[in-house]
């Protein structure tokens, strides 16, 4: 059973930093193109930052390039994303997403956006921001 668990989220103070966490198990991610996803109420679920199976590609929303950093810790099985200078526009629901498709070759910047991409998914984790 594929199972992917995020954790980490909770609430800052604007500029201030988080560190997202999700462990998977049933899948090795570093064996799927792997990602980031947020959702704020009233909004769709817009892909936030990739990384392929090889750890060769990333992507970054262009709203957190240079403030965001994604990450992968093999021999823990941990996808991460460090988010610092957060703002209040970045509170929302974070999920961790993986692909169904083993090493697949994917375009992360067409792919990445978009929900539909990936079939695996964690519960969440609330990330918000006051200002």
């Known amino acids: 059973q594929v199972q992917l668990v995020e954790s980490g989220g909770g609430l800052v103070q604007a500029v201030g930093s988080l560190r997202l966490s999700c462990t998977a198990s049933?899948?090795?991610?570093?064996?799927?193109?792997i990602g980031w996803f947020r959702q704020a109420p009233g909004k769709e679920r817009e892909g936030v930052s990739c990384?392929?199976?090889?750890?060769?590609?990333?992507y970054y929303a262009d709203s957190v390039k240079v403030r965001f950093t994604i990450s992968r810790d093999n021999a823990k099985n941990t996808l991460y994303l460090q988010m610092n200078r957060l703002k209040p526009e970045d509170t929302a629901m974070y999920y961790c997403?993986?692909?169904?498709?083993?090493?697949?070759?994917?375009?992360?910047?067409?792919?990445?956006?978009?929900?539909?991409?990936?079939?695996?998914w964690g519960q969440g984790t609330q990330v918000t921001v006051s200002s």
């Open positions: 990384l392929n199976w090889s750890g060769s590609s990333t």
């Open positions: 997403a993986a692909t169904t498709y083993y090493r697949g070759g994917l375009n992360l910047k067409q792919a990445c956006p978009f929900q539909g991409n990936f079939g695996y």
């Open positions: 049933g899948l090795t991610l570093d064996d799927y193109n």
